[in-house]
């Protein structure tokens, strides 16, 4: 944590982390303080890589934005994606196994060329970094925009690619946590309310579009202070108790959960006195 003369002391505090603590205080112990390693999984890496692969495609022309030429980058994507993280080349026994992948994440990408028409309009963003800090409350606010679209008339559009199934019915509201966000922290950094939020869900074909107005804004800034407040309060108290829910299933730290018998280590001394670690990026590149 960083002081600021006689203000509360910054933290930082993401998307990816805020929806951490709101599914389970304990996983957002183990990632933010404890900094424990988890697994990488096929389906994150996959989203790493599709994200790489949609990223990358509007380096090039409008005339080559075309689906063969990005279904022609998926697999040096995959490979530059080793040369950083060379252990996730364990994740597949043989060459059928990673090919098989490599096929789904090719039919991710056939279905984003389904959805728009990339030769059309040039991005004013892309992997865009925001910050800003709520001094009052001592958090500064980080996140990644996938994508930034400026209309001709100054309207801002936010994307963000999802590479799972768009949520079912009652569970929008929740979807857009990470894009209110963004939101946010266009609005606070730039004085511009975005006119529409986009999700781009590629595994089922669904974009769920959202147009947040002031108001809704304001409001998601109290919840997000709300939500500081609790991380600070559980911090101080050491109280990071878990929530057993479905996502349970896709832990990596069952083992050292009370809920499945598990001992939960002491807080390494680091921890301890900066209960507030930086934002790993990565974190948010791999959200979808």
């Not at 080793?82 to 992948?101: G, M, Q």
């Amino acid at each position: 944590m960083t002081a600021l003369d006689d203000r509360p002391p910054l933290g930082s505090l993401s998307p990816s982390r805020g929806s951490d603590f709101k599914s389970c205080p304990l996983k957002y112990r183990f990632r933010v303080l404890d900094r424990l390693d988890e697994r990488p999984s096929a389906a994150a890496v996959r989203g790493t890589v599709v994200h790489a692969v949609l990223e990358h495609l509007f380096d090039l022309t409008a005339a080559e934005r075309t689906a063969e030429r990005a279904l022609e980058m998926v697999e040096p994507e995959w490979t530059a994606l080793l040369t950083e993280r060379p252990d996730c080349a364990a994740l597949f026994a043989d060459r059928a196994e990673l090919e098989e992948w490599l096929e789904s994440a090719r039919a991710l990408v056939r279905c984003y060329f389904s959805l728009e028409d990339p030769t059309g309009f040039e991005p004013a963003e892309r992997e865009l970094r925001v910050e800003h800090a709520l001094d009052s409350a001592g958090v500064q606010l980080r996140g990644i925009i996938d994508r930034l679209d400026v209309a001709e008339d100054g309207g801002l559009v936010v994307s963000d690619y999802k590479t799972g199934r768009s949520p079912g019915p009652g569970f929008e509201e929740s979807a857009f946590f990470g894009l209110k966000f963004y939101a946010l922290l266009l609005w606070r950094t730039r004085g511009v309310i975005p006119r529409q939020l986009r999700l781009i869900y590629l595994a089922d074909g669904v974009v769920l579009p959202y147009e947040p107005d002031e108001a809704q804004l304001r409001g998601f800034e109290r919840m997000v202070v709300a939500l500081w407040s609790a991380i600070r309060t559980a911090t101080e108290r050491g109280d990071w108790r878990p929530r057993k829910s479905r996502l349970c299933d896709w832990c990596d730290f069952q083992a050292l959960c009370p809920e499945f018998g598990g001992t939960v280590p002491p807080l390494p001394v680091v921890a301890l006195s900066t209960p507030a670690a930086a934002l790993d990026d990565a974190a948010e590149r791999i959200a979808g």
